[in-house]
């Protein structure tokens, strides 16, 4: 068969390079869907928060406890966090129930306040607070408690440990095992970095069941609103963690009783309790609700 003259196969090359790239194009990857994204988003956080984990003896521990209760994967993908969380603290003379909704990525929380006051007399009330991160606000500003720069967020970070305990800048320390209640649990010390969170000196220790690799109870101290220098020596709370449940694929504590812990290591005088219900990781979060309405009084971190 003769060669096509060179005047054919000019005429015909822009045809042939069309055909050539709509059949690349045919061939070539489709982009990866928003499924396939948010599914890679949740596997880099997974991986990066196991790296952070596997450092130390105590971070391994800490790794444990997630997997027992529910893990990092279903962790990362739970977006919100929900529920209503009622506490009573006899000594602060205060009672309060909140329903709150968190962004789980941000950290952002808004609070429907529903009953506030006394310990023994609280008052049922219409009013709301928030945090963002950066500052806190209730409303109407005539509700003086609970203070919203430190409700905003502590109830929310009671409720997911042991999850939000795989955030960065935590440090992790295994410490001996120690018996509590006739069990010996296995134990770590979680603290934050120095430029972490508005309390950095505050500590989470945790009991871990041998058996299950539950969080049946921790210690904590609070040093929001003390004048204290960091690694100050605070008192400890002993806070036990009741009534598991699951939702989501995430297991949680849904009571919480806290005792003086002494200094010789034993539990001391009751001293606080919260319930939380109506537990949620997929509820939605209204971005809406952290703007303040006009008349809300603003509350600095301390």
């Known amino acids: 068969m003769p060669a096509l003259p060179c005047s054919c196969w000019t005429r015909s090359a822009p045809l042939l390079l069309v055909f050539l790239l709509a059949l690349a194009a045919c061939e070539s990857p489709e982009a990866p869907t928003e499924e396939a994204q948010v599914a890679g988003a949740i596997e880099q956080q997974v991986a990066e928060a196991t790296e952070r984990l596997?450092?130390?003896?105590?971070?391994?521990?800490?790794?444990?406890?997630?997997?027992a209760h529910g893990g990092l994967e279903a962790w990362y993908r739970a977006p919100t966090s929900s529920y209503t969380w009622e506490y009573a603290n006899a000594d602060a003379d205060l009672r309060f129930t909140s329903f709150l909704v968190a962004d789980n990525q941000t950290r952002d929380v808004y609070h429907d306040l529903l009953v506030t006051g006394s310990y023994e007399d609280p008052d049922t009330v219409e009013a709301r607070f928030a945090w963002d991160g950066q500052e806190a606000w209730i409303y109407p500003e005539d509700i003086e408690r609970p203070n919203p720069a430190f409700w905003g967020i502590s109830g929310y970070y009671f409720q997911q440990i042991p999850f939000v305990l795989a955030d960065p800048g935590v440090n992790y320390e295994l410490l001996p095992d120690e018996e509590l209640n006739g069990t010996t649990y296995e134990m770590v010390r979680t603290y934050f970095?120095?430029?972490?969170?508005?309390?950095?000196g505050d500590s989470y220790t945790l009991y871990v069941h041998p058996e299950t690799?539950?969080?049946?109870?921790?210690?904590?101290?609070?040093?929001?609103?003390?004048?204290?220098p960091p690694n100050a020596d605070l008192p400890e709370t002993l806070l036990f963690y009741e009534d598991l449940v699951t939702v989501d694929g995430l297991m949680t504590a849904t009571t919480y009783r806290g005792y003086d812990f002494t200094a010789d290591g034993e539990r001391g005088a009751f001293k606080n309790e919260a319930f939380a219900d109506s537990l949620s990781f997929t509820r939605p979060f209204d971005r809406a609700r952290l703007e303040a309405p006009e008349g809300a009084r603003f509350v600095r971190p301390e």
Request: negative net charge; glycine residues 16%; charged residues 25%.
């Open 54 to 67: 596997s450092q130390s003896e105590g971070g391994e521990l800490v790794q444990r406890v997630i997997d």
């Open 193 to 200: 970095g120095a430029d972490v969170g508005a309390s950095p």
């Open 213 to 228: 690799g539950q969080v049946d109870a921790i210690r904590y101290t609070v040093s929001y609103g003390r004048d204290v």
